[in-house]
C-alpha cells in the first residue's frame, strides 16, 4: 500500500539514494544541465539532507513508501516573501522509476499540502524542466500552473560577441528595452 510520512533519521541513507537517481535522470534533459548545476543539491549530499529531516524548520522532508519501504522522496521550503507571508516551494519530488504511477506521489504531493496549509503558506511552487510532460501534468493534476517562465540561454562554446552598439540584451542596470 502507497503512504506518505514526515521523513526522520533512519530515512537520510534512501533519500540520498534516490536525490542522486533524481539529479542524474534530469541532468542530460533540456534544461538540466543549468537545473543540476544551480537548483539541484551539491554534493556531499549526506548533510544536507540529514540537516532538512532533522533540524531545519524552514523545510519539510517527505518520504512515500510501498509496504513500508521508502521508494520515494519530497523536500519543500517554506520562504518569507515580502509582506511577510509565507510560500512553499517544492524543491524535489522524486519517485523510483518502478513505483511510478501506482499513487506514491500522489500521496506525497498530499502531504506537501497539508504541512503548506499548517503553516499558512499561500501557495505551492515547483520547478519542471521544459519538455518534461508528465511532471507538468502531475503537478496540474494537485491545481499548479506556471506563474513564470525562466529564460535562459547558454554562453558556454560560443565566441564571444562584442555588443558595442547594445543591440543584445538590456540596458546596463539589467532591464530589456524594446526595439524597432
Same mark, same amino acid.
Given at each position: ?63 512515500? &513508501?510501498?509496504?513500508?519501504?521508502? $521508494?520515494?522522496?519530497? !523536500?519543500?521550503?517554506?520562504? *518569507?516573501? @515580502? +509582506? #511577510? ?59 499548479? &500552473?506556471?506563474?513564470?517562465?525562466? $529564460?535562459?540561454?547558454? !554562453?558556454?562554446?560560443?565566441? *564571444?560577441? @562584442? +555588443? #558595442? ?16
Amino acid at each position: 500500500m502507497e503512504r506518505a510520512r514526515l521523513a526522520d533519521v533512519d530515512d537520510v541513507a534512501a533519500i540520498v539514494a534516490l536525490a542522486r537517481e533524481g539529479i542524474e535522470e534530469l541532468r542530460p534533459n533540456r534544461g538540466g544541465a543549468v537545473w543540476s548545476r544551480r537548483e539541484a543539491h551539491r554534493e556531499p549530499l549526506e548533510p544536507v539532507i540529514a540537516e532538512a529531516v532533522e533540524s531545519d524548520p524552514t523545510r519539510t522532508v517527505v518520504v512515500g &513508501t510501498v509496504d513500508d519501504v521508502v $521508494v520515494g522522496y519530497a !523536500l519543500m521550503r517554506f520562504e *518569507a516573501l @515580502h +509582506d #511577510e507571508s509565507v510560500l512553499a516551494t517544492i524543491s524535489d519530488l522524486y519517485v523510483d522509476p518502478r513505483a511510478r504511477c501506482i499513487g506514491v506521489g500522489e500521496v506525497m504531493m498530499a502531504e506537501l499540502e497539508r504541512a503548506a496549509r499548517a503553516v499558512g503558506a499561500i501557495g505551492l511552487d515547483g520547478i519542471v524542466l521544459p519538455g518534461d510532460r508528465a511532471s507538468k501534468n502531475f503537478f496540474e493534476t494537485f491545481g499548479l &500552473t506556471a506563474r513564470a517562465i525562466l $529564460v535562459h540561454r547558454s !554562453l558556454l562554446d560560443e565566441p *564571444a560577441e @562584442h +555588443d #558595442e552598439a547594445g543591440e543584445r540584451g538590456g540596458a546596463v542596470d539589467g532591464s530589456a528595452e524594446r526595439r524597432s
